[in-house]
């Protein structure tokens, strides 16, 4: 079921942003529908790499593995590229 959203903007940028929107050859609402995807999509993302991290954090916790574990590890790791 589709659901309507009104959204207040002045009229230059409406004018302008259905000006660029015709070239691409879609509509206002198609564009907006795309961008708000696009948006949720990078948020989820987001969100998802906090969930990631905060579960790395815990658990590195649980283990005793500090900081400066973790800068020694990158540290040694670059170190070993670069030979």
């Known amino acids: ?3 309507q959203m009104i959204i207040r903007v002045d009229s230059n940028t409406k004018d302008k942003f259905q000006k660029i929107v015709r070239m691409e050859g ?4 198609e564009k907006i529908r795309e ?3 696009d948006y949720i999509a990078c ?3 987001a969100a998802t790499v906090d969930r990631i ?3 790395m954090t ?3 916790k649980k283990r005793g593995i500090t900081e400066g ?3 020694k590890a ?3 790791v670059r170190a070993s590229k670069k030979k």
């Open 43 to 45: 948020k989820d993302f």
């Open 1 to 3: 079921m589709q659901s």
């Open 26 to 29: 879609k509509t206002g609402s």
């Open 35 to 37: 961008m708000i995807k």
């Open 69 to 71: 574990d973790i800068e």
């Open 53 to 55: 991290w905060d579960k």
């Open 58 to 60: 815990t658990e590195f």
């Open 74 to 76: 990158v540290k040694a």
